[in-house]
């Protein structure tokens, strides 16, 4: 005799597959869900901080204003103190020519003149070239504290931002990187770089030293021991302890 349909043997047969295609869907479901999470989405996959917050290096504008007063006869010592130590940060992070900028048409146009002159002076007296110099006049509206403005541009490093810190780095079953991970390190990075341009390029090397160099390879080509000496003392050297033993 058949067995009827609507036995349970039947039923959990029939229930099988459909429990397996509903288990199938569920596990998809989960997983597209976490796939579209941003936690699994860049930028918060990369692990390498420079990847996720990079900092950005553009040219910002470094002036100087030397406020000059009617009758005065130019720059005083503390004018002067700041001019030089301008100077300096000037060669060492310029990337472009310095500007000078010169009101006219106001009252204090001789001490702006009186004022130039010194301008000028300091920077000979820095070893700044005349061709890195331009001179721009601007009109002082009859200002008659327009200052002289010495400018040039240099590069500036922008930090990035680090706004979220609502996440719970106690527990992360999912083990992925913090929103803010690495962060603080690339801005106090981006704000302690005494010049941004070395994340750019590398610095220029100087030439090295080769007085020791040219000694040993001069010893070397005439067939000379080229270890240096030392004396009975001293701990012997692995080249000595070799001839030692070899002389045995």
């Given at each position: 005799m058949a067995p009827s349909l609507t036995t349970p043997t039947v039923l959990r047969r029939l229930a099988r597959p459909s429990l397996a295609l509903l288990a199938v869907l569920l596990v998809g479901t989960s997983l597209a869900g976490c796939i579209r999470s941003p936690r699994f989405q860049a930028p918060f996959t990369l692990a390498n901080p420079n990847e996720?917050?990079?900092i950005a290096v553009h040219e910002g504008e470094v002036s100087l204003d030397l406020a000059v007063y009617r009758g005065s006869q130019g720059l005083n010592p503390s004018q002067k103190a700041?001019?030089?130590?301008?100077l300096r940060d000037y060669k060492e992070q310029a990337v472009d020519t310095?500007?000078?900028?010169?009101?006219s048409g106001g009252p204090n146009e001789t001490a702006i003149m009186r004022a130039y002159e010194q301008v000028r002076a300091a920077m000979r007296t820095a070893g700044i070239p005349s061709g890195e110099i331009k001179i721009e006049p601007y009109y002082s509206s009859g200002d008659p504290n327009a200052p002289l403005r010495v400018s040039y541009l240099q590069y500036v490093a922008e930090p990035p931002d680090c706004p979220d810190w609502s996440e719970n780095v106690a527990r992360d079953p999912q083990n992925m990187p913090w929103p803010n991970m690495g962060c603080a390190t690339q801005r106090?990075?981006?704000?302690?770089?005494?010049?941004?341009?070395?994340?750019?390029?590398?610095?220029?090397?100087t030439p090295r030293p080769g007085e020791r160099r040219d000694v040993v390879w001069d010893k070397y080509v005439k067939g000379e021991v080229t270890i240096s000496k030392r004396a009975p003392s001293e701990h012997a050297n692995a080249s000595e302890v070799s001839q030692v033993g070899g002389s045995q």
């Open positions: 996720r917050f990079p700041q001019l030089y130590a301008f310095l500007l000078i900028r010169a009101p106090n990075l981006a704000v302690s770089l005494a010049n941004p341009e070395d994340l750019i390029r590398p610095r220029g090397e």
